[in-house]
C-alpha cells in the first residue's frame, strides 16, 4: 500500500512515552514545507489512536501506519 | 461551538511528582488537540514551579507511597523525560498557558521571579473562572 510513497523526512520516537512521539509527528509537521511527507516511528501503543486522531484535527493527510516489528510506522503528508 | 474556540483547564493543586506528570500530560495533549490551554497553578502546585523545584522535587501521592522509589526507578531507568522538559514542548507547539494563583503568591510569599520562566502570569481565582468558562476543568 506504501510503497510508492517517497518520506521526506523520517522521526524514530521509538522508546519515547505518550505524548512524546505525537509531539514529535508535530514538530516535524511544522518544520516541513507543504508537500512533504513525514513519517514517525512510535512504539507506544497510544500512538495509534492518537496520531490520527491528531492528523484529522489539524487537518493533515494520514497516508497510513505500518507495523514494524514491535512498533508503528506512522505517515502524514503535510497539505497545509 | 466554534472548534478554534474549544477550551480545556487544569487546576493544579498537588505538588507530588505523579500528580504533576498527570496534569501536564492531559495539557500537553490537550494543547496538541488544538484547544486554548490552561494549567492554573495554586497552592502545593505552585509551590512545585518554584525555580529549580522539578529537579529536586520527590514527592509522591501518600496513598502510593510504596509505589513511590520503584515509581521514580523506572522512569529514570526507560528515560521518561522530566515533566518540565515535556511542558516546555507542549507550550512550544501548541497554545498553552500556565498561571499562578495571586492568592497562595501571598500567602507563600512567592514572587513572578521566584517561579520557573514557563509560569507566564499571575491571576486570581474569578478571572481565572471567567477566561475557563464554557471549556472542560479538571482539578487534580
Request: aromatic fraction near 8%.
Amino acid at each position: 500500500m506504501m510503497q510508492n510513497i517517497t518520506i521526506t523526512k523520517e522521526s524514530d520516537a521509538r522508546g519515547s512515552f505518550c505524548p512524546g512521539p505525537l509531539m514529535e509527528l508535530i514538530r516535524q509537521v511544522r518544520l516541513a514545507q507543504v508537500g512533504d511527507v513525514i513519517a514517525v516511528i512510535s512504539s507506544d501503543d497510544g500512538s495509534k489512536k492518537d496520531i490520527p486522531a491528531w492528523i484529522a484535527k489539524a487537518k493533515q493527510e494520514f497516508l497510513g501506519m505500518e507495523e514494524i516489528g514491535g512498533a508503528t510506522r506512522f505517515i502524514c503528508r503535510k497539505i497545509k | 461551538m466554534d472548534e478554534h474556540s474549544e477550551k480545556f483547564s487544569i487546576v493544579l493543586f498537588s505538588g507530588t511528582v505523579d500528580k504533576i506528570m498527570a496534569a501536564v500530560t492531559m495539557a500537553t495533549g490537550a494543547a496538541a488537540m488544538e484547544k486554548d490551554t490552561t494549567i492554573f497553578l495554586t497552592f502545593w502546585g505552585l509551590v512545585g514551579f518554584r525555580k529549580g523545584d522539578w529537579q529536586k522535587n520527590r514527592r509522591f501521592s501518600k496513598d502510593f507511597e510504596d509505589y513511590a522509589e520503584p515509581a521514580f526507578e523506572m522512569m529514570q531507568a526507560r528515560k521518561v523525560p522530566p515533566w518540565m522538559e515535556t511542558l516546555k514542548s507542549a507550550i512550544e507547539l501548541g497554545n498553552l498557558k500556565v498561571k499562578a494563583c495571586g492568592m497562595t503568591m501571598d500567602l507563600f510569599n512567592i514572587r513572578l521571579e521566584d517561579l520557573e520562566p514557563v509560569v507566564s502570569e499571575v491571576t486570581g481565582v474569578a478571572s481565572f473562572i471567567e477566561e475557563a468558562e464554557g471549556g472542560q476543568i479538571l482539578f487534580v
